[in-house]
């Protein structure tokens, strides 16, 4: 198996063995061992979640940089719809679009652009018979790994469309290759400006064994900046947005299902209601739904940790800016096929670390966690290192953690330790007593 590139690391040296991160990530795929947390490569799941919450900047997003721009002749900018919400007192997108053309890109494809093209793909879909229901999205690559590592009865159920940053490089690449014959694919370099670290897993990991259109991915947090001293400069933009108020509400939570014009649908956001959600659609607790959109981040891709607004502040501007921009000027599939080409592969399952290869030792293992846990406070606290209690009872049975860690647990033996030295001191106290008493009788 290939192994995971992951975009979220971590800085030992920054690291003060806090639980911050071991208490927030929703995979459990944080430990603190000797002061200092580790990530599990096979649990993480990319989400963010303890860049987030770290108050010592020890974890980081990891990414490309502006300067490999120069390594391509012909350089296409893919402006996530999140980005046009991180400016103060914008009301023109056509500045964003412009700034990017002088921040030296050779062309612009708005992801905003490519959303509705799949908000008609994905309306198309839901038209299908005898398809999987609730669909569920496939815009978020931390509810896609999610569902693949924690949920794989819905695997099924994920939205078999690409989501829209690599339809938004393919269209970009194929544009540039039709108004450019001199130039071979390699010259061409599209770059996503993304406001989150999952979507560069993504890139990175050559989805489902199928290169990405995408060539490297920037922060937004990276871009901001030189992009705000860029579109100072304009007067009058030349270049204009060719995005709709459908594909730049994707940026929110709620924007990509309102654009399925269903009724029956659910969006949330935050990771912790994501997964209560999921939970219940495994259960079949929403019957009528049709639609499902989760997304990771709180607020949607404006919460991303590669942004530099507050989501919220975002999200108020990315509603302001909707009332300047048509509906929605772009592709709408008519009832005929899909095209081939925005077809996503079948996600599958990601299997779990097994306790042992061998069943037996497996359910004796399981069988030894379960007596661990009865001696165990059930606290949740994270002082042992391990986000609760369920997981340190299988580090103690995995050979990665000793039950001396659990710090409520020590202290109950620490207590029943001094009680019994405190008992045993009395009883030889009393025997001392006793002699005594008998040697002044034998004595008398």
């Given amino acids: 198996m290939t192994e995971y590139k992951h975009s979220v690391s971590l800085d030992k040296s920054k690291c003060k063995g806090c639980t911050h991160c071991l208490q927030r990530c929703p995979t459990e795929a944080i430990r603190v061992r000797e002061g200092c947390a580790a990530i599990s490569p096979q649990k993480c799941i990319d989400c963010g979640e303890c860049i987030r919450v770290c108050p010592y900047k020890a974890k980081k997003a990891t990414h490309d940089r502006l300067d490999s721009l120069k390594n391509y002749k012909y350089k296409i900018a893919l402006p996530a719809p999140a980005l046009y919400g991180q400016f103060d007192n914008l009301d023109d997108i056509d500045f964003v679009v412009q700034g990017l053309y002088d921040m030296g890109f050779d062309d612009v494809f708005e992801v905003a652009k490519a959303a509705e093209m799949v908000s008609g793909y994905t309306r198309q879909y839901l038209r299908s018979e005898n398809i999987p229901k609730p669909v ?180 108020a501007r990315i509603h302001s800016l909707r009332r300047y921009l048509p509906v929605s000027p772009n592709y709408h599939p008519s009832d005929g096929e899909m095209d081939g080409g925005v077809v996503m592969p079948d996600v599958e399952s990601i299997p779990q670390t097994p306790l042992s290869d061998d069943r037996a030792e497996a359910v004796r293992m399981m069988s030894d966690i379960q007596e661990i846990r009865k001696d165990l406070p059930d606290l949740d606290c994270g002082s042992c290192g391990a986000p609760t209690c369920a997981a340190f009872a299988e580090d103690i049975v995995r050979g990665e953690a000793s039950a001396d860690d659990c710090v409520v647990f020590m202290r109950h033996v620490f207590h029943d330790y001094i009680k019994r030295h405190v008992q045993q001191s009395r009883i030889a106290e009393e025997k001392t007593a006793d002699g005594e008493n008998e040697r002044r009788k034998a004595d008398t």
């Fill in 136 to 315: 569920i999205s496939s815009a978020c690559p931390v509810i896609v790994r999610l569902i693949s590592m924690r949920f794989p009865l819905l695997c099924k159920n994920i939205l078999p469309i690409l989501p829209p940053v690599e339809v938004a490089g393919k269209f970009a690449r194929e544009k540039a290759l039709s108004e450019h014959p001199e130039l071979s694919d390699s010259d061409i370099g599209c770059f996503f400006i993304s406001p989150c670290p999952a979507k560069v897993s993504y890139v990175k990991n050559s989805f489902s064994g199928t290169k990405s259109n995408v060539d490297a991915v920037l922060s937004v947090s990276d871009v901001y900046f030189e992009l705000v001293s860029a579109m100072n400069k304009i007067k009058v933009p030349e270049k204009s947005t060719e995005a709709g108020c459908v594909g730049v509400s994707w940026a929110t939570a709620g924007g990509e299902s309102t654009a399925v014009f269903n009724e029956r649908y659910l969006a949330a956001d935050g990771i912790e209601n994501v997964i209560r959600v999921l939970d219940q659609i495994e259960n079949s607790d929403f019957p009528e739904l049709e639609f499902v959109e989760l997304n990771a981040c709180n607020g949607g891709c404006v919460g991303g940790v590669m942004t530099v607004a507050n989501p919220y502040i975002a999200k």
